[in-house]
């Protein structure tokens, strides 16, 4: 053909910026032995350049548009129809008319055919948006088809796919159309083919959507589809529905509406056989393309034909681990407060630190179950552990077990070892062993700061390395272990037994409010310290005021203080908070994350909110009401306890409990804290061999580093040669992997599996979730997605996706939290129990359910909410 049409045996899948996404996967199609795909060309993008140069006014249009925010509405939609109208009125060159006109002629220039856009940036497989543009069936004559392809070109400009662009930072001017002209099919039966369940993520799971007709009924929504889920070359599942319209070709061009004899509306639009042999062609395209697909296809006189074929972009990737056995992977951001993608060295240095073999996938880490699952002797235990902190980890993992056809179980290779979760040799109750553990851990940190500025190039790498072992031992020290888990164990061990002898639930929660030596529970209080500071000087309190508003450069923010009355003061208490806690941050776990030190403006919305909310003299009042309330718990209890057949033995147990829950509970939160003191050390020294090597001419930034592993990095600094295209790969698949949701458990098969609450004592139309602390509070909730939004007042209740440490300091404004993500010892319930905030966490969707204004109840004691009328 020529430069601006392209007929399908010319093209393949490396061709998307000439015929865009859709006429680059039909191309490829084309090329698979066994798959038959409708005849065609494509109108290259070529072709789009030529006609937008017709018409220079467009760039004006395009000039505004560039500068609109998704959220300007009337004026995308304004602009976009006015760069519509002008395509859709330009008259075709005659040129590139007979480009369109000459494979007609070879394909029958009276034949019906379907003329699709293709745009450049669609149906790839970081960025799959299907159906924003659009498409025209059963048109009919080369005088319709020119006009048609015109509305196709005119479709990039759709106020929805403008706002898309826009939404996703997507240049409105480097996405060109081209458009697929080809011959219409009149199929019995059409639909879609998922070669992975796109519900569960199974990958050994086909599903096929499937109704009478044109395949639009379905796309549009106009019918519901029989639907069959296909495993190994069997039908294992199939839902028929009744199937009242279908759409057709009309004799006129176009398609129409029409209503199917009752007598056909209840039969399948496909035998099992056939349902099997579509999947089976589905498994060709698939292995084809190297990744699961979203198939179009159509029945036609008994034969399959295939109009489309794109990547699922909504299915989390499966851990790669190279042998064919079956894994159950639990995720460890949902341990670890932090669901978010990670970076490639923040997932490296996490890897490195970590106690056992963690795997990536899709910006998140995993570890692997099965073995665990398949023995007996750690099987009990360890679903123990982990159903205590999360159910619905629990729970999923039980699903998995009593289907019995993917873990079997293992002969028991080590009788007599303790399973996991038994409860540890206890210790001697005293905050000595406390003091000298954190005394250690500051020690270390010392020494590491002053060996490693003497360390840059290899050098520094290796130091690092080395440190990180040093790191580990303080982590999974026997000692550090044993005393959080005696505060863990304590605190079951009364919940149990209070609610046994005097009907109390979740008693602890009470009993652990204002612990000594709780790092993070500490840095909320002292924040409220350093409003009290800044809070009598009103031009510092403008000023950080201004900065909220209008924002300010972190570099100069903490330097622009000292020039206004009492800023001084003010700069030496920040920066004093920020020699403490400076280097947390919203998910502090992964390295390449921005810390308070280096953001320090991050923390103006919540000193102003504390200044606003707050009296001063706050934060010791606050400790010392929680320090009297767990004290007047205790004495209440003992007190009914004594009473009681045994009681004073009873009592006695009791007491010695809560004195070690209120001795090592605290310290839960410092070996974090002391890895994240440790992270930034790295970090810092790090990105000044990073800045070395934008100097050398090595990185074209010093964040290029963070799309590196660690040991590519070392890899880097060792030959001061970088591969430019790695880390362009690693900055997409990051930003495409921020879009998906990591699931709790993933099997080796992709499957991700959900787990539930099974409780059948709730009221109905609750949200339920895990209860963490007690209290039943009612309020406004503040649905706050990104903490530096957060505008909360005295009495709100918190709705999040979940809380790391670095949201502790909004704790002191709310009476109430829910959250998505969280189990019973994770950071934000430990210290919403100890600030006695009620909480319920694990709330599924909460985020989504739950509107931002709307009043909720929380039942922190009994682990639900309730949206009020």
Known sequence: MDSYALGFQEIDQTQVTVVGGKGAHLGELSRIEGIRVPAGFCMTTSAFQRIMAEAPSINDWLDRLSRLK???????????????????????????????TRPLAQLGEQAAYAVRSSATAEDLPTASFAGQQDTYLNVVGSEAILQHVSRCWASLFTERAVIYRLRNGLDQRKVQMAVVVQRMVFPHASGIL???????????????DASFGLGEALVSGLVNADVYKVREGQVISKTIATKKLAIYAAQAGGTQEQVIEPERQEQPALTDAQAVRLAQLGRRIEAHFGSPQDIEWCLVDGDFQIVQSRPITTLFPIPVVGDRESHVYVSVGHQQMMTDAMKPLGISLWQLTAGRPMYEAGGRLFVDVARGLASPASRAGLLAVLGKGDPLIGDALQTILERGDFIRSLPDERPGVASAGAPPASIETGPAIVAELIGRNQDSIAALKRHIQTKSGSALLDFIFGDIQEL????????????????MEATWWLNDHLRAWLGEKNVADTLTQSVPNNVTSEMGLELLDVADVIRPHPD????????????FPDEGFLDELPRLAGGQEARDAIQAWLDEYGMRCVGEIDITRPRWSECPTTLVPMILSNIKNFEPGAAKR???????????????????????????????????????????????????????????????????????????????????????????????????RVDDQLIS????????????????????????????????????????????????VEGRARVILDMAEADLEPGDILVTAYTDPSWTPLF?????LVTEVGGLMTHGAVIAREYGVAAVVGVEHA???????????????????????
């Open 729 to 776: 790969q690693r900055k997409d698949a990051f930003r495409s992997y921020q879009a998906l949701t990591p699931p709790r458990v993933l099997t080796s098969d992709g499957e991700a599996v959900a787990g539930s609450y099974r409780r059948e004592d709730l009221p109905a139309g609750v949200l339920v979730g895990l209860p963490v602390s007690s209290g039943t």
């Open 622 to 720: 606050r400790f010392e009401q929680g320090r009297q309330e767990a004290w007047k718990k205790e004495q209440e209890l003992l007190e009914r306890l004594r009473v009681l057949p045994g009681g004073e033995q009873k009592a006695e147990e009791v007491k010695r409990m809560i004195a070690q829950v209120r001795t090592f509970i605290g310290y839960r939160e410092y070996p974090k804290y002391g890895m994240v003191s440790r992270y930034f050390v790295y970090k810092q020294a790090l990105l000044e061999e990073a800045e070395r090597l934008v100097h050398a001419h090595v990185l074209r930034e010093q964040e290029d580093t963070f799309y590196l592993t660690f040991q590519e990095f070392h890899d880097v600094v060792r030959t001061n």
């Open 70 to 100: 998704p959220d300007d509405r009337d004026a995308i939609r304004a602009f976009s129809a006015e760069i519509r109208r002008t395509l859709e009125e330009i008259a075709i060159p005659d040129d590139l008319a007979a480009a369109i």
């Open 812 to 816: 002191v404004a709310i009476k109430g």
């Open 847 to 869: 985020t989504h359910l739950i509107q931002d204004g709307q009043r909720i109840r929380v039942h922190g004691t009994d682990g639900y909410v309730e949206i009020l009328p």
């Open 540 to 551: 510092v309190v403008a000023f950080l005021q201004r900065v909220e508003d209008e924002g």
């Open 472 to 487: 580990r031992r303080i982590l999974f020290d026997p000692r550090s272990h044993q005393v959080f888990m005696t505060a």
């Open 194 to 208: 998922f070669t992975a369940d796109p519900v569960t993520g199974n990958r050994k799971v086909a599903s096929v």
